[in-house]
């Protein structure tokens, strides 16, 4: 039996995290779907559109030999993306274990046999700091802006 595995996730500001996730998924299943969620499911989700537009995302998470296919995941349920997708495994980062989030997936997936897999979380990388990096770095001089050199 063919094993499908999915790892769903925003990919903005791909990073080593990213990374490592689809790399340790695909040794954990036959095949493996990266789902790349859209600019409006991270809307709706977190509050924020991603820095990286969709396509792009998409683009970078194809071009990963281990990744298989890619799916634009425009809905908010998971188990939606499922019944459009099909999958056996679920993978995500362990910050998802123990939370709302992770326990509905955890109930959700387990009606209809799909198991969830968790992967450690690279707590030195993410997107989120890498966010708050870029945006430092915009306030001491903002993107556009262009220093004016002394003379004297």
């Known amino acids: 039996m063919t094993v499908i595995g999915y790892a ?3 990919y903005d500001l791909f990073h080593v995290g990213h ?11 036959d095949r493996l779907i990266a789902g790349v969620v859209s600019d409006e499911m991270l ?14 995302r998409m ?15 425009v809905v908010p349920e998971k188990i939606d993306t499922w019944r459009e ?8 980062g362990d910050d ?5 989030r ?6 959700d997936f ?4 799909v198991r969830v897999h968790y992967f450690p979380y690279t707590m030195h990388t993410s997107s989120t700091l890498l966010r708050k990096a870029l945006a430092a770095i915009d306030a001491q001089q903002p993107v556009g802006r262009v220093a004016r050199a002394r003379t004297s």
Do not use: S
Not at 85 to 92: A, E, I, P, Q, S
Not at 96 to 100: I, L, V
């Open 96 to 100: 998802w274990r123990g939370t709302p």
């Open 8 to 10: 769903p996730g925003a």
């Open 59 to 73: 683009e970078i998470v194809r071009n990963l030999r281990f990744v298989d296919a890619v799916h634009a995941e």
């Open 85 to 92: 997708v099909g999958f056996d495994v679920l993978f995500k």
């Open 19 to 29: 990374l490592n996730i689809l790399k340790h998924a695909a040794q954990h299943c």
């Open 110 to 113: 387990a009606e209809v046999g």
């Open 102 to 107: 992770g326990e509905k997936l955890e109930r």
């Open 43 to 56: 809307v709706l989700g977190k509050g924020r559109a991603p820095v990286i537009p969709l396509a792009e």
